[in-house]
């Protein structure tokens, strides 16, 4: 079941039960991030828009990959506090959650290295609602690949290859960014957070937002959930 919380102390609070080290940080999004205008005129344009309104998209793709870079460097000070380094470390966005529990055993056979993230939804790249990864004692990924796709966007932005001339998304983005960076990334099925979005104030009041149905249906039983393009969503 899906639920939210009125304020960090809660997350805190469910979480204790799960974990012995658990760390709220509340980002506060800027609604004026300088802007790449390589990545800004090369974002896909299935759907042409406005400038304005293709400028509002990349601003949110911007607080993306920082709320991702700022998660990596609280991860990296928390596991410093460990005993031990983390042997998994998973990722998964705030609109996004699954229907049963991730089959761990199915996805310990990761290399290092490499970053598995479902197969459905990856709309020219890898799928950003999630990523699971083995933590490598000697490499980066972790870090890597949380921080990847932010410094890729003030850095190399600019240099976009030309087959991705007018296709950039966050999904595509993020693998380009990866792979510049020399992390793998491998699909899977065993690990597919749905995203979710809130119709309402209670905690029955969400709908799963599913655009590949003929992927997902591969995986799970569509017909029982409730869908954002349905009529009562």
């Known amino acids: 079941r899906y639920s939210w919380y009125e304020n960090g102390q809660q997350v805190e609070t469910r979480l204790r039960a799960h974990t012995r080290r658990t760390r709220v940080v509340a980002f506060e999004q800027?609604?004026?991030?300088?802007?790449?205008?390589?990545?800004?005129?090369?974002?896909?344009?299935q759907n042409p828009n406005t400038l304005e309104q293709t400028r509002r998209r990349a601003i949110v793709h911007v607080n993306q990959f920082s709320m991702q870079f700022e998660c990596a460097l609280n991860l990296l000070e928390l596991e410093r506090r460990a005993p031990a380094p983390y042997d998994f470390f998973v990722r998964v966005r705030e609109d996004a959650g699954f229907l049963s529990p991730v089959a761990v055993v199915k996805l310990?056979?990761?290399?290092?290295?490499?970053?598995?993230?479902?197969f459905c939804e990856r709309?020219?790249?890898?799928?950003?609602?999630?990523?699971?990864?083995?933590?490598?004692?000697?490499?980066?990924?972790?870090?890597?690949?949380?921080s990847a796709p932010l410094l890729e966007f003030y850095l190399s932005a600019q240099s976009v290859p030309r087959?991705?001339?007018k296709k950039l998304n966050p999904e595509s983005?993020?693998?380009?960014?990866?792979?510049?960076?020399r992390v793998a990334?491998?699909?899977?099925?065993?690990?597919?957070?749905?995203?979710?979005?809130?119709?309402?104030?209670?905690?029955?009041?969400?709908?799963?937002k599913?655009?590949?149905?003929?992927?997902?249906?591969r995986i799970l039983n569509t017909a029982s959930l409730m869908l954002v393009n349905e009529t009562k969503c």
């Open 163 to 165: 087959n991705m001339e």
């Open 210 to 217: 599913i655009m590949d149905m003929r992927c997902w249906n």
């Open 173 to 181: 983005f993020t693998l380009l960014a990866l792979s510049r960076q």
């Open 108 to 118: 310990e056979s990761a290399l290092d290295g490499q970053v598995m993230s479902c």
């Open 30 to 45: 800027t609604h004026a991030p300088r802007l790449d205008g390589s990545y800004v005129n090369n974002l896909d344009d």
């Open 123 to 146: 709309w020219r790249g890898m799928n950003d609602k999630g990523i699971f990864a083995r933590r490598s004692v000697t490499g980066r990924q972790m870090e890597t690949a949380l």
């Open 185 to 208: 990334v491998k699909s899977t099925s065993y690990f597919c957070p749905l995203p979710i979005v809130i119709k309402g104030s209670e905690q029955s009041d969400y709908c799963y």
